[in-house]
């Protein structure tokens, strides 16, 4: 798929659809975790290949198992994380809209990242984590493909 080019390693973060790439689109800004992460750095958004759950009762209009799952489908960068509080959460200039959802996975032992210069891949990379992996693992990127 990619022409020979120089490889970086960077870290890939598993996340389900529509959430991964409403993060590469640039629409979720935030992403809802259980812990705190203190990288501040690129990363790659690795659709995972788990069906989206009930997020159908909610948005069912919109046909989310069209969407790439089992592929890199691009880079964002996480520029902050702070641990979850009322007060904070409910700042608008943190959040977009598709960030607020979906609130009922929010608890007070939650933590959010902000995420920042998401960039879309024109093509999905296939990717399949190494066995084990849950939330994160490694990569090697396409230097083209940064």
């Known amino acids: 798929m990619f022409k020979s080019c120089e490889v970086i390693i960077t870290r890939v973060l598993a996340v389900r659809q529509p959430w991964a790439s409403l993060i590469v689109e640039g629409l979720k800004t935030i992403e809802v975790r259980s812990r705190i992460t203190n990288i501040r750095d ?16 909610y948005y069912g209009e919109y046909n989310f198992y069209n969407l790439p ?4 489908i691009g880079t964002v960068e996480i520029v ?9 959460y409910s700042g608008k ?16 032992d939650s933590a959010y990242w902000k995420l920042s210069n998401p960039v879309k891949f024109a ?5 399949k984590p190494p066995k084990g992996a849950v939330v994160w693992s490694n990569f090697e990127l396409p230097e083209e493909a940064k």
């Open 69 to 72: 799952r089992g592929f890199i």
């Open 93 to 108: 200039e943190l959040l977009s809209k598709a960030s607020l959802l979906p609130l009922y996975k929010i608890t007070t």
């Open 42 to 57: 690129k990363i790659a958004i690795y659709a995972s290949s788990s069906k989206p759950d009930t997020i159908e009762e």
């Open 123 to 127: 093509q999905p990379i296939p990717y």
């Open 80 to 88: 902050g994380c702070t641990e979850f509080d009322l007060i904070t």
